[in-house]
Protein backbone atom coordinates (compact mmCIF):
# COMPACT_ATOMS: atom_id res chain seq x y z
CA UNK A 1 0.00 0.00 0.00
CA UNK A 2 1.15 3.42 -0.49
CA UNK A 3 1.88 5.61 2.39
CA UNK A 4 4.38 8.72 3.76
CA UNK A 5 5.65 8.17 7.48
CA UNK A 6 7.26 11.01 9.39
CA UNK A 7 8.65 9.18 12.28
CA UNK A 8 8.63 11.91 14.17
CA UNK A 9 5.52 13.07 16.00
CA UNK A 10 7.51 16.14 18.20
CA UNK A 11 10.66 17.70 17.72
CA UNK A 12 12.09 20.31 19.80
CA UNK A 13 15.49 21.98 19.31
CA UNK A 14 16.70 25.66 20.31
CA UNK A 15 16.67 28.61 18.10
CA UNK A 16 19.10 28.59 15.79
CA UNK A 17 20.44 25.17 16.05
CA UNK A 18 20.30 23.09 12.80
CA UNK A 19 16.99 21.09 11.91
CA UNK A 20 15.86 17.93 10.22
CA UNK A 21 12.87 16.27 9.86
CA UNK A 22 12.75 12.46 8.56
CA UNK A 23 9.73 11.67 5.80
CA UNK A 24 9.79 8.51 4.23
CA UNK A 25 7.47 7.13 1.73
CA UNK A 26 6.30 3.54 0.35
CA UNK A 27 5.97 3.53 -3.28
CA UNK A 28 6.01 1.87 -6.73
CA UNK A 29 7.67 4.23 -8.16
CA UNK A 30 9.24 7.42 -7.64
CA UNK A 31 6.23 9.90 -6.67
CA UNK A 32 6.21 13.90 -6.79
CA UNK A 33 7.42 14.63 -2.95
CA UNK A 34 6.49 17.73 -0.81
CA UNK A 35 6.80 19.44 2.25
CA UNK A 36 4.29 21.91 3.75
CA UNK A 37 3.83 23.87 6.80
CA UNK A 38 1.19 24.50 8.61
CA UNK A 39 1.04 27.26 11.55
CA UNK A 40 -1.73 27.82 13.88
CA UNK A 41 -5.16 29.36 12.55
CA UNK A 42 -3.21 29.29 8.99
CA UNK A 43 -3.60 27.29 6.00
CA UNK A 44 -0.71 25.16 4.36
CA UNK A 45 1.64 26.53 3.17
CA UNK A 46 4.17 24.81 0.33
CA UNK A 47 7.73 24.69 1.35
CA UNK A 48 9.20 22.79 -1.21
CA UNK A 49 8.35 19.90 -4.06
CA UNK A 50 10.91 17.97 -5.55
CA UNK A 51 9.61 15.90 -9.43
CA UNK A 52 12.64 15.22 -10.83
CA UNK A 53 16.76 16.62 -11.69
CA UNK A 54 18.48 17.57 -8.85
CA UNK A 55 18.04 15.56 -5.46
CA UNK A 56 18.55 18.76 -3.24
CA UNK A 57 15.80 21.06 -3.88
CA UNK A 58 15.83 24.79 -2.00
CA UNK A 59 13.04 25.73 -0.72
CA UNK A 60 11.21 29.43 0.85
CA UNK A 61 12.09 30.27 4.46
CA UNK A 62 15.44 28.99 3.70
CA UNK A 63 13.99 25.56 3.78
CA UNK A 64 16.11 22.49 1.76
CA UNK A 65 15.10 19.10 0.94
CA UNK A 66 17.15 16.02 0.02
CA UNK A 67 15.51 13.12 -2.01
CA UNK A 68 17.16 10.08 -1.33
CA UNK A 69 15.98 6.85 -3.55
CA UNK A 70 17.59 4.41 -1.78
CA UNK A 71 16.23 5.19 1.25
CA UNK A 72 12.76 6.26 0.34
CA UNK A 73 13.35 9.20 1.76
CA UNK A 74 13.03 12.79 1.29
CA UNK A 75 13.68 14.74 4.44
CA UNK A 76 13.49 18.27 5.41
CA UNK A 77 16.37 20.64 6.53
CA UNK A 78 17.21 23.84 7.52
CA UNK A 79 21.17 24.99 8.70
CA UNK A 80 19.98 27.45 11.57
CA UNK A 81 16.09 27.66 13.18
CA UNK A 82 14.22 30.83 14.23
CA UNK A 83 11.37 31.11 16.38
CA UNK A 84 8.74 31.84 13.94
CA UNK A 85 9.57 28.38 12.66
CA UNK A 86 7.65 26.71 15.06
CA UNK A 87 4.64 25.11 13.59
CA UNK A 88 3.64 21.53 12.49
CA UNK A 89 5.34 20.24 9.33
CA UNK A 90 3.87 17.86 6.59
CA UNK A 91 5.57 15.65 4.13
CA UNK A 92 3.31 14.59 1.02
CA UNK A 93 3.57 12.34 -1.91
CA UNK A 94 1.46 12.18 -5.25
CA UNK A 95 1.73 9.47 -7.39
CA UNK A 96 2.46 10.48 -10.91
CA UNK A 97 -0.64 10.41 -12.41
CA UNK A 98 -2.74 10.38 -9.24
CA UNK A 99 -3.49 14.19 -8.84
CA UNK A 100 -3.93 14.06 -5.24
CA UNK A 101 -1.81 14.37 -2.28
CA UNK A 102 -1.07 11.51 0.45
CA UNK A 103 0.05 13.46 3.77
CA UNK A 104 1.93 12.02 6.29
CA UNK A 105 1.12 12.54 10.09
CA UNK A 106 3.04 15.73 11.21
CA UNK A 107 5.87 16.49 13.02
CA UNK A 108 5.21 19.21 15.12
CA UNK A 109 8.02 21.58 15.78
CA UNK A 110 8.87 23.42 19.17
CA UNK A 111 11.74 26.23 19.34
CA UNK A 112 13.25 26.50 22.48
CA UNK A 113 14.69 30.39 23.11
CA UNK B 1 -7.51 38.89 -0.58
CA UNK B 2 -7.25 36.30 -3.51
CA UNK B 3 -6.17 33.01 -1.46
CA UNK B 4 -8.64 30.31 -1.45
CA UNK B 5 -11.40 31.03 1.58
CA UNK B 6 -13.57 28.77 3.50
CA UNK B 7 -16.75 29.42 5.30
CA UNK B 8 -17.88 29.11 8.08
CA UNK B 9 -14.72 29.12 9.71
CA UNK B 10 -15.97 27.20 12.70
CA UNK B 11 -19.31 25.25 13.04
CA UNK B 12 -20.52 23.64 16.13
CA UNK B 13 -23.57 21.34 15.73
CA UNK B 14 -25.67 18.93 17.25
CA UNK B 15 -25.30 15.19 15.85
CA UNK B 16 -27.88 14.36 13.32
CA UNK B 17 -28.15 18.00 12.19
CA UNK B 18 -27.10 18.43 8.60
CA UNK B 19 -23.83 21.06 7.74
CA UNK B 20 -22.47 22.65 4.65
CA UNK B 21 -19.29 24.00 3.90
CA UNK B 22 -18.47 26.44 1.24
CA UNK B 23 -14.93 26.87 -0.44
CA UNK B 24 -14.13 30.01 -3.38
CA UNK B 25 -11.08 28.89 -5.13
CA UNK B 26 -8.53 30.97 -6.61
CA UNK B 27 -10.67 32.35 -9.49
CA UNK B 28 -8.45 31.03 -12.42
CA UNK B 29 -7.79 27.67 -11.17
CA UNK B 30 -9.23 24.17 -12.46
CA UNK B 31 -9.19 21.98 -9.63
CA UNK B 32 -10.90 21.74 -5.97
CA UNK B 33 -9.60 19.59 -3.63
CA UNK B 34 -11.33 18.59 -0.59
CA UNK B 35 -9.53 16.93 2.71
CA UNK B 36 -10.17 16.57 6.25
CA UNK B 37 -7.64 16.61 8.77
CA UNK B 38 -8.08 15.22 12.34
CA UNK B 39 -6.37 16.27 15.85
CA UNK B 40 -2.91 14.86 15.66
CA UNK B 41 -3.38 13.59 11.54
CA UNK B 42 -2.23 14.48 8.51
CA UNK B 43 -5.36 15.76 5.94
CA UNK B 44 -6.86 12.82 4.02
CA UNK B 45 -8.44 13.18 0.56
CA UNK B 46 -11.98 13.32 0.29
CA UNK B 47 -12.65 14.00 -3.32
CA UNK B 48 -11.78 16.19 -6.36
CA UNK B 49 -13.08 18.11 -8.90
CA UNK B 50 -11.49 19.02 -12.76
CA UNK B 51 -13.94 22.02 -13.13
CA UNK B 52 -17.14 21.17 -12.52
CA UNK B 53 -17.17 17.24 -12.94
CA UNK B 54 -16.11 15.17 -9.46
CA UNK B 55 -13.08 13.09 -10.65
CA UNK B 56 -12.39 11.13 -7.84
CA UNK B 57 -14.09 10.21 -4.06
CA UNK B 58 -12.06 8.79 -1.38
CA UNK B 59 -13.82 5.99 0.25
CA UNK B 60 -13.47 8.15 3.51
CA UNK B 61 -16.90 9.81 1.66
CA UNK B 62 -19.59 8.30 2.89
CA UNK B 63 -22.87 8.05 1.04
CA UNK B 64 -23.53 11.01 4.34
CA UNK B 65 -21.55 13.20 2.22
CA UNK B 66 -22.03 15.19 -0.86
CA UNK B 67 -20.12 17.95 -2.59
CA UNK B 68 -20.55 19.49 -5.47
CA UNK B 69 -18.92 22.54 -8.24
CA UNK B 70 -21.86 22.94 -10.12
CA UNK B 71 -20.59 26.11 -12.24
CA UNK B 72 -16.71 24.82 -11.66
CA UNK B 73 -15.93 27.84 -9.32
CA UNK B 74 -17.31 28.05 -5.56
CA UNK B 75 -18.06 24.43 -4.08
CA UNK B 76 -20.21 22.64 -1.19
CA UNK B 77 -19.43 20.30 0.80
CA UNK B 78 -22.47 18.39 2.68
CA UNK B 79 -22.55 16.34 5.56
CA UNK B 80 -26.26 14.75 5.93
CA UNK B 81 -26.85 13.29 9.89
CA UNK B 82 -23.63 14.75 11.47
CA UNK B 83 -21.88 11.90 14.09
CA UNK B 84 -19.23 12.96 16.22
CA UNK B 85 -17.12 10.98 14.16
CA UNK B 86 -17.10 13.81 11.45
CA UNK B 87 -15.59 16.07 13.98
CA UNK B 88 -12.50 17.00 12.10
CA UNK B 89 -11.17 20.35 10.02
CA UNK B 90 -12.28 20.61 6.59
CA UNK B 91 -9.79 21.73 4.12
CA UNK B 92 -10.21 22.82 0.63
CA UNK B 93 -7.31 23.40 -1.76
CA UNK B 94 -7.42 24.69 -5.36
CA UNK B 95 -4.71 24.30 -8.37
CA UNK B 96 -4.75 25.16 -11.71
CA UNK B 97 -3.04 21.81 -13.38
CA UNK B 98 -2.20 22.15 -17.29
CA UNK B 99 -2.80 18.66 -19.59
CA UNK B 100 -3.11 16.41 -16.78
CA UNK B 101 -0.05 17.51 -14.79
CA UNK B 102 0.35 18.54 -11.28
CA UNK B 103 -0.42 21.90 -10.16
CA UNK B 104 0.69 23.63 -6.96
CA UNK B 105 -2.36 23.10 -4.49
CA UNK B 106 -3.23 26.62 -2.44
CA UNK B 107 -4.68 25.92 1.16
CA UNK B 108 -7.69 27.32 2.52
CA UNK B 109 -7.49 27.70 6.45
CA UNK B 110 -10.08 25.17 7.16
CA UNK B 111 -13.31 24.65 8.22
CA UNK B 112 -13.54 23.31 11.72
CA UNK B 113 -16.56 20.75 12.08
CA UNK B 114 -17.54 19.87 16.29
CA UNK B 115 -20.56 17.56 16.38
CA UNK B 116 -21.89 17.68 19.99
Known amino acids: AQSVTQPDIHITVSEGASLELRCNYS??????LFWYVQSPGQGLQLLLK??????LVQGIKGFEAEFKRSQSSFNLRKPSVHWSDAAEYFC???????????FGQGTRLTINP | DTGVSQDPRHKITKRGQNVTFRCDPI?????LYWYRQTLGQGPEFLTY????????KSRLLSDRFSAERPKGSFSTLEIQRTEQGDSAMYLC??????????????FGEGSRLTVL
Open chain 2, 93 to 106: ASSLALAGGHGELF
Open chain 1, 50 to 55: YFSGDT
Open chain 1, 92 to 102: AVEGRGAQKLV
Open chain 1, 27 to 32: YGATPY
Open chain 2, 27 to 31: SEHNR
Open chain 2, 49 to 56: FQNEAQLE
